[in-house]
């Protein structure tokens, strides 16, 4: 018995070379406020199937490493408090027969493993503010380093250290392109003070630039930065206010370790009176789509 399970259509999809979608579940376990979460991990999915991608939403369920939930796992994922686990928790759950949500870093994992190549999300995990003496960089980044996906996100958000992001990425030989932009998206905001090297206007372009990396890379993945639309992002005088607030609250309450991303992420919905929601579920949105057309473009490279 294999030690994951690939749900029949994920399976059907990659078996006949049709385009597949990952999504992870810790944006939805611990990113987005109940309810909303529940609706958006069906809309994700939904974004996907209207264009004819199967989305691979991953989580550990009871144990089992899961690339494609059912309904019904897509309501636990929502509903249950599952554990966060990235890479190295994955095992132990296993072990346990335990469950859990999984980050960019595990849901990136188990996709590769499962041979999904494009894999949608809000914001990358990074490396955080303070970092040089807390030692707390995400495992995102790492394992991106060398697991052969493409990570559509839109940038990383600014509680985050952005600059160390960047330059981590850059010692990993992770490539970074942006997406119909010169400058790295701060999640929320379309821009950080970061430009970039690398620019691509169409998901083709992406899906060659998969084609070559296979060919002459060291299975490494591939950040595309996916600024959301101007007439989308939150208003920049209310972000920094809010993201300051939140800084101060969580150095104030002492949170440490894995609750730290968590713990922004909904205190900052609840300081902007739930603007910066709205603005998060579009990004999101926006990085399915395009997600959904570097995974059709890629299945028309990969024959
Ligand atoms: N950034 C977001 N929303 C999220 C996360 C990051 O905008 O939900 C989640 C992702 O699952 C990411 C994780 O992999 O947080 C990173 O957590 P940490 O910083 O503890 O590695
Ligand atoms: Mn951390």
């Given at each position: 018995m294999s030690a994951f399970i690939v749900s029949p259509a994920v399976a059907a999809a990659l078996e006949e070379g049709r385009p597949v979608v990952a999504l992870e579940s810790t944006i939805i376990s611990h990113g987005l406020p109940r309810p909303r979460n529940y609706q958006a991990a069906l809309e994700f999915e939904q974004i996907l199937t209207d264009v004819g991608v199967t989305p691979a939403t991953i989580a550990v369920l009871d144990g089992v490493p899961r690339i494609g939930l059912d309904a019904h796992g897509v309501r636990r994922i929502a509903e249950e408090h599952l554990t966060k686990a990235s890479v190295r928790d994955i095992p132990i759950l296993a072990a346990a027969g335990a469950s859990g949500a999984t980050t960019v870093a595990a849901t990136a994992h188990l996709a590769a493993l499962a041979g999904v190549r494009v894999f949608a999300t809000g914001g990358l995990g990074g490396i955080h503010r303070g970092a040089s003496t807390?030692?707390?960089?995400?495992?995102d980044i790492s394992t991106l380093a060398v697991t052969p996906v493409t990570v559509v996100c839109?940038?990383?958000?600014?509680?985050?250290d952005i600059e160390a992001t960047l330059e981590r990425l850059e010692t990993l030989s992770v490539p970074v392109v942006g997406y119909r932009s010169k400058v790295f998206p701060s999640f929320w905001l379309r821009e950080s003070a970061f430009t970039l090297d690398w620019t691509v206007d169409t998901a083709a372009e992406i899906a060659r630039i998969m084609k070559s990396h296979d060919e002459l890379g060291h299975g490494q993945g591939i950040v595309v930065a996916n600024p959301i639309p101007a007439d989308q992002q939150w208003d920049p005088t209310e972000h920094d206010r809010v993201l300051a607030e939140a800084l101060a609250l969580a150095d104030e309450v002492g949170v440490t370790g894995k609750a730290v991303t968590p713990f922004l992420l909904l205190k900052i919905v609840e300081l902007s009176g739930g603007r910066s929601l709205e603005v998060n579920l579009n990004l999101a949105r926006n990085n399915v789509r395009l997600a959904g057309e570097i995974a059709t473009a890629w299945a028309e490279v990969d024959r």
């Open positions: 807390s030692f707390d960089e995400s495992a839109a940038g990383v958000k600014s509680v985050l």
